[in-house]
Nanobody
Framework: QVQVVESGGGLVQPGGSLRLSCAAS????????MGWYRQAPGKQRELVAR???????NYADSMKGRFTISRENAKNTVYLQMNSLKPEDTAAYYC???????????????WGQGTLVTVSS
């Protein structure tokens, strides 16, 4: 079974920092793009940042300069470093990865269960 699992969420004060991690596991041949999305209560899920297998990145405008996405291909892991957090960053953060599954060699989009980030004093 292939899956991605997030970790690192929690409660942080405004202006603080958090680092999220997401590890892909299972019978994976290769991983293409990986990314982070978030969904605040009552809102639609939105892109936070994505990174290609080669390391190219793109960010939502509101996250540029505050968030940094990176990945460690040897560990099938993507990270999201979040600095200068604001109350409006409060949301469930979801990891996404495009993987090629061993055996079938089919491409699948994986989503994690989400990790909650709460920014509050």
């Amino acid at each position: 079974q292939v899956q991605v699992v997030e970790s690192g969420g929690g409660l942080v004060q405004p202006g603080g920092s958090l680092r999220l991690s997401c590890a892909a596991s299972g019978s994976i041949v290769s991983i293409d793009g990986m990314g982070w999305y978030r969904q605040a209560p009552g809102k639609q899920r939105e892109l936070v940042a994505r990174i290609t297998s080669g390391g190219s990145t793109n960010y939502a405008d509101s996250m540029k300069g505050r968030f940094t996405i990176s990945r460690e291909n040897a560990k099938n892991t993507v990270y999201l470093q979040m600095n200068s957090l604001k109350p409006e960053d409060t949301a469930a953060y979801y990891c996404n990865a495009g993987v090629v599954v061993a055996g079938s060699y089919r491409y699948r989009e994986l989503w994690g269960q989400g990790t909650l980030v709460t920014v509050s004093s």
